[in-house]
């Protein structure tokens, strides 16, 4: 291409991307990590704060395990909570995401803000108890995440048996969390449990009114009223596919609200895949290719393929509950189906052969 008809393209794709974006004010009210400055609070944040507030005052430690579907906001409350209440209480908060540092080692080394490397697990227990003296709430945000491995889940025993009393949240999507626990972990942790409900149609839609509000010129309730109405009955109420259906829709991404969010949907559920670890995919492919569905089936094929693969396969009953954690996070759904007059389940991918392997692909190139 001659370097005029360049020039020429660059500045009519400048003029068009001016065209689409137009609508937008502030983006960053569409990043799915922000915080917005006024969050809806439901009602069970109320729970929360008492005892936040209790535990200031008399450093006694309430632990809680708040669960919740995927975008029912439990990062957003957490990190809001923790923003008010360092602020106004001096109470200081120390979150870590176990997703991301996922052994005990790596998710205390991470709160320390130092490298894990030059330090025995007994150190960092030490050093954390000294550096974080004062009454504290450690948040440990997607603690399910926690590496297999790490099977007695240290950091829970050392930080409910801790002299320092901190007082411990665990985030998570399952609310039975807890029952995977050895005994003396869950006697000494023993969280209140709180489960964040999904949202209503009609909190969604003060939830996107208020991201309209802050990040666009104007908007039109009815269209956003139409996403939270989508979002409500074909998701888990997951916000995140509505704030992305709302992004599409004023960016023009595809011509009707449906097709937006089906496009969103598609998107997020893509995003989802790229963070899931290897054994997780497998299981999710496993889930695709068997034809009946049935769970034995299907974990009989994901030991086969994890074989081939070079993957050491997981347990039946992490296998099972890795099933639990792919359904919570939209990506399957568990129907009962009678067999031979006994109930059995049967696994529904909601992701495709398609996708799944886009993933993979990139993921388990040969050497
Ligand atoms: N109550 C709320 N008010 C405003 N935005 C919310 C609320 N709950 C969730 N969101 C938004 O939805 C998205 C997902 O929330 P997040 O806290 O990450 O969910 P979870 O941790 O439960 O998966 C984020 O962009 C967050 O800002
Ligand atoms: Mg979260």
Do not use: W
Not at 162 to 175: A, G, H
């Amino acid at each position: 291409m001659p370097e005029d008809d360049i020039e020429v393209y660059i500045q009519k794709s400048r003029e068009q991307a001016e065209r689409l974006n137009s609508g937008v004010k502030d983006f960053t009210v569409f990043d799915l990590n922000h915080i917005p400055d006024k969050p809806l609070i439901r009602e069970e944040v109320k729970k929360i704060v008492d005892v936040f507030v209790r535990y200031h005052q008399t450093g006694i430690p309430r632990n809680l395990l708040i669960a919740g579907a995927r975008g029912s906001g439990k990062t957003l409350t957490l990190k809001y909570l923790a923003k008010t209440f360092s602020g106004k209480l001096g109470l200081p908060f120390h979150a870590v995401n176990c997703r991301v540092h996922n052994t005990s080692f790596k998710a205390l080394a991470h709160m320390l803000k130092v490298r894990p490397r030059g330090y025995s697990y007994s150190e960092l227990c030490t050093r954390f108890e000294e550096q974080i003296p004062d009454k504290a709430v450690i948040v440990l945000d997607e603690v399910d995440m926690l590496s297999e491995k790490d099977f007695r889940k240290d950091i829970l025993y050392f930080l409910s048996r801790s002299v320092r009393r901190f007082n411990v949240v665990l985030l998570s999507n399952n609310p039975k969390f807890v029952n995977t626990l050895d005994e003396s972990t869950r006697s000494s942790l023993q969280p209140d449990l709180l489960v964040f409900r999904n949202y209503s149609a009609v909190e969604i839609h003060e939830i996107l009114q208020e991201r309209a509000r802050v990040g666009l010129h104007s908007s039109d309730d009815a269209i956003l009223a139409e996403i939270s109405a989508l979002v409500a009955r074909n998701t888990n109420s997951d916000i995140r596919v509505a704030i992305r259906t709302l992004l599409y829709v004023v960016t023009h991404e595809a011509s009707s609200v449906a097709e937006c969010f089906d496009q969103a949907r598609h998107d997020i559920m893509g995003d989802m895949l790229q963070n899931l670890n290897d054994k997780a995919l497998l299981v999710l492919r496993s889930a695709v290719d068997d034809p009946t569905g049935f769970v034995k089936q299907v974990y009989t094929r994901y030991c086969q393929l994890s074989r081939t693969m070079g993957e050491d396969p997981y347990s039946y009953y992490y296998f099972y509950s890795n099933l639990a954690f792919l359904q919570s996070v939209g990506l399957l759904m568990l129907v009962s189906a009678k067999v031979d007059r006994a109930y059995t389940n049967r696994i529904h991918p909601l992701v495709s052969k398609e996708q799944i392997d886009a993933v993979m692909t990139a993921r388990f190139r040969p050497e």
